[in-house]
């Protein structure tokens, strides 16, 4: 069977799956002190139980570099969790399906600040935008659209 088969298949599983399945908890995030919105992701984050090393750094950009963020999808705060770089107001269900079917990519970015995603909670606005993944080369593909 083809591999692309399997990929609806697991997202479709996924529900049940997150259930059982051990995922990673532990993420560091990189920050700048001055940051409201990351502060407001990082206690998201623990809120989905997630145990969350949040680092201050006046030179956010030095650590999007280090890991690899392509420049046109820098957001504001970057994480990492079980190997993969998460940059942006990712959510705690793209977290999942990320380290559930495990790509072979760096990470993946929530880019700009989208209204209504975690830690950018504007009323009921809710922007429609893409998870990009992105890989060591700097190659950036859709991971999902949210609508
Ligand atoms: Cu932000």
Known sequence: MKKV???????ALLPFLSAQAELAKDIVVY????????TKWVDYLKGRGYR????????VYAWKKKY?????IAA??????????VEGHVTDRD?????????????IAVPGMPVG???????????????????????T?????RR
């Open 5 to 11: 088969v399997w990929v609806p298949l697991i997202l």
């Open 76 to 85: 504001c705060h970057t994480a990492v969790i079980d190997g993969y770089v």
């Open 31 to 38: 920050k700048s002190p001055h940051c409201g919105c990351c």
């Open 141 to 145: 593909e859709v991971f999902v659209n």
């Open 52 to 59: 969350v090393e949040a680092i201050n750094t006046q030179d």
């Open 95 to 107: 977290i999942k399906r990320l380290l559930l079917t495990r790509p072979n990519i760096k990470g």
């Open 117 to 139: 995603t975690p830690g950018m909670e504007k009323g009921d606005i809710r922007e429609a935008y893409d998870v990009i993944s992105f890989d060591e080369q700097g190659r």
């Open 68 to 72: 690899a963020v392509p420049e046109k």
